[in-house]
């Protein structure tokens, strides 16, 4: 059986690869296997040199393939803030309430007709030796004026789904891994992942 490490904690999301890659013969490990490995500085101005970061680092500290993904939103009318520091937008401890808060406050004055943003995903899958591959994933939205269901997380409240009429927040788990950033760039990652592992 292959094995890959999705470069993070969250038993969650390892849980999720895992079911996204069923009768596959790959184990997903997470970092929870590996607690030598800290925290990883993300210090790329892309989503994608983090994503790299992650996947570099972790691939080197286990010797195996790593996956992992930097995931945020771009708001048009913030020239595409918060972007890559969405996790620590109202400063270095935020909350997803406080980042939502200032999110609110920077868009108070823009119209419904300016409001788009998306959310933005890219996974980037390391091995040991260097190949890689890199897959962005887009869930183009609206944000909504205040928050709207207690689903989700992050900025998942403040964005509208203007295709089926609901915030991120309002959306079952399902639902949400079918439309969103994350899902779609994962599915790319999976449809490669057989192919790259055995190379």
């Known amino acids: 059986m292959k094995r890959i490490v999705l470069a993070t904690r969250n038993q969650g999301k390892v849980r999720e ?32 040199e983090n994503a790299r970061i992650k996947a570099r680092a972790v691939s080197l500290a286990t010797g195996l393939v790593a996956l992992a993904d930097d995931s945020g939103l771009a708001v048009d009318a913030l020239g595409g803030a918060p972007g890559v520091y969405s996790a620590r937008y109202s400063g270095e401890n935020a909350t997803d309430a406080a980042n939502n808060e200032k999110l609110l406050t920077a868009m108070k004055d823009v119209p419904d007709a300016l409001r788009g943003c998306r959310f933005v995903s890219v996974v980037a899958v390391l091995a040991p030796n260097g190949q890689e591959l890199l897959f ?64």
Do not use: C
Request: aromatic share 8%; charged share 25%; hydrophobic share 40%.
């Open 17 to 48: 690869l895992q079911a996204m890659l069923a009768g596959l013969d790959i184990e997903v490990l997470g970092l929870t296997r590996f607690p030598e490995i800290g925290d990883i500085p993300e210090t790329g101005d892309t989503f994608e």
């Open 136 to 199: 962005r994933g887009e869930w183009p939205g609206m944000l909504a004026h205040e928050p709207v269901g207690r689903n989700g997380f992050g900025y998942d409240p403040l964005f509208l789904d203007p295709e089926i009429g609901l915030s991120a927040a309002q959306m079952s788990p399902e639902q949400k891994n079918e439309r969103s950033h994350r899902g779609r760039a994962m599915r790319q990652a999976v449809k490669r992942l057989p192919e790259f592992l055995a190379g």
